[in-house]
């Protein structure tokens, strides 16, 4: 089966062609460094680790760049809150950002470039945009987009340039063109970073960075664009149109995949209510993998509504699967036709799902179908299965078998120790005794199931 991916430029799905057999070049905005990064930047990091995932484990090389905004007025307006010079702020969120996603198994970037560390060609560039007639020098040494001079403005997010003024809120600036003309140079202003230019002093505007970057790292022509849903217009919008801006750089990039955005109990996470969780709370509740297979519960494109109930169900599915690979050992090998063939089904119906637009909720339904299986089977079937379940979980960036963080992990080897025990008394006919420890579990969260294959133990829900 070929893979099909959704373009949000034709807003259909496509065949998955490479520009360089072999090879996928992939650009992801990161995120603009002067607040602690939430989970929906979490949301957007794992959709774009799974799809890369998935497209090594096909044998493509993927050269995935992901940039951070480290100069901006958010962090200029930041920084002066904590009394603290932009770079700092900016370093150290940078490296929190880097810690934490490792955190959430996020494969890193083969690059990831800064827009403090682009400068010298974002100038180039916008210079070359002034002199073929797509930007304007105004009063001040601020230099703006022509939006006008590009015919295709709003092909993207699928609106006219009148649509788009209409709806849109944005300061008046009598030096401005058109209203919709944008940034591409900021004047310095008194204290802020600033970079010499023919313009004067000033910093880049926000959407010329990720054109800079994209092409200096990956090429004129990029395979996959990504990001956000929100960063359809004007970001993406704006980065097509000072790219292709030059014919050689048409199309900027050949498909633009986009994630849905991360909704708190249905409502929008938003800094002004104070309805954000960070992805450092996340990992200190020791919910990372339960976050991934919430993520992977649904459709990347879809958008995800997240609250204690959908994460204690992600938590109690991971249980599942952590249940059913108990006893495994990787360094084993077993044998066992059947199960293999069973093993070899599942990856097929696995790779057909993802196949179609990585549709994870489907390939995850191969998992649990997998883990029924497992805990069903024994010897060399079971071990066969495992197998299979630990390899494609692994495709999809979601390690099983992991003691969770959140205190009753170590508990894990002395519940096991005690079930073992529980299984040779009811051997001997112990029932009292084995009755025992199954109540004494229960009073601890430990519900013990009984099967034809022996006991397992799960917690309670």
């Not at 919430?294 to 609250?307: C, D, G, T």
């Not at 059947?338 to 057909?352: G, K, Q, V």
């Not at 390939?363 to 197998?387: C, P, Y």
């Not at 025992?436 to 579990?441: K, V």
Request: charged share 25%; aromatic share 8%; glycine share 8%.
């Amino acid at each position: 089966m070929t893979l099909m991916v959704y373009n949000t430029m034709t807003q259909s799905k496509e065949p998955f062609e490479t520009i360089e057999p072999g090879i996928v070049s992939m650009y992801v905005c990161g995120p603009t460094v002067y607040s602690d990064a939430h989970i929906g930047h979490a949301m957007s990091a794992l959709a774009f680790d799974i799809i890369r995932r998935y497209l090594e484990w096909n044998g493509y090389e993927v050269r995935h760049a992901q940039n951070f905004t480290d100069v901006d007025d958010k962090i200029i307006n930041r920084a002066a809150e904590l009394g603290i010079e932009p770079e700092a702020l900016s370093e150290q969120l940078i490296q929190d950002w880097l810690d934490e996603t490792a955190a959430m198994n996020v494969l890193p970037a083969t690059v990831y470039p800064r827009a403090t560390q682009e400068i010298d060609g974002i100038i180039k560039m916008i210079q070359d945009l002034i002199d073929n007639g797509h930007a304007y020098v105004v009063e001040g040494g601020d230099v703006n987009y022509r939006v006008t001079s590009f015919d295709d403005y709003g092909k993207l997010s699928h609106r006219n340039l009148e649509e788009m003024q209409a709806g849109a809120r944005i300061e008046i600036d009598p030096r401005k063109e058109n209203p919709m003309d944008f940034a591409l140079w900021k004047a310095a202003k008194p204290g802020e970073p600033a970079w010499k230019s023919p313009w004067g002093e000033g910093r880049p505007g926000w959407h010329i960075e990720c054109s800079v970057m994209a092409m200096e790292h990956l090429g004129n022509t990029i395979d996959i664009h990504g990001g956000g849903s929100d960063l359809i217009f004007p970001h993406h919008e704006n980065e097509i149109a000072q790219s292709e801006a030059f014919p050689e750089n048409r199309p900027f990039a050949r498909y633009w995949m986009h994630n849905g955005l991360l909704q708190l109990g249905g409502e929008k996470m938003s800094k002004s209510i104070g309805n954000l969780v960070s992805i450092k709370e996340l990992i200190r509740r020791g919910d990372e993998r339960a976050f991934r297979l919430l993520v992977l519960q649904s459709i990347y494109r879809n958008p995800l509504v997240f609250n204690d109930e959908v994460l204690e169900g992600a938590r109690r599915g991971l249980e599942r699967l952590d249940t059913a690979v108990r006893g495994y050992d990787a360094s084993a090998s077993a044998n066992d036709a059947e199960a293999e063939r069973s093993a070899a089904e599942s990856e097929m119906r696995f790779r057909a799902a993802m196949d179609d637009d990585f549709n994870t909720p489907v390939a995850v339904s191969v998992l649990f179908d997998l883990a029924r299986s497992a805990n069903r089977a024994e010897g060399a079937a079971r071990h066969v299965l495992q197998a299979k379940l630990v390899e494609l979980a692994g495709v999809l960036g979601l390690p099983l078998g992991v003691s969770p963080d959140n205190g009753s992990g170590d508990a894990a080897p002395f519940i096991d120790l005690l079930i073992s025990i529980r299984n040779e008394l009811r051997a001997a006919k112990q029932w009292a005794l084995s009755d025992r420890i199954r109540d004494g579990l229960a009073e601890r969260g430990i519900i013990v199931e009984d099967s034809a294959n022996g006991a397992t133990w799960r917690r309670k829900d």
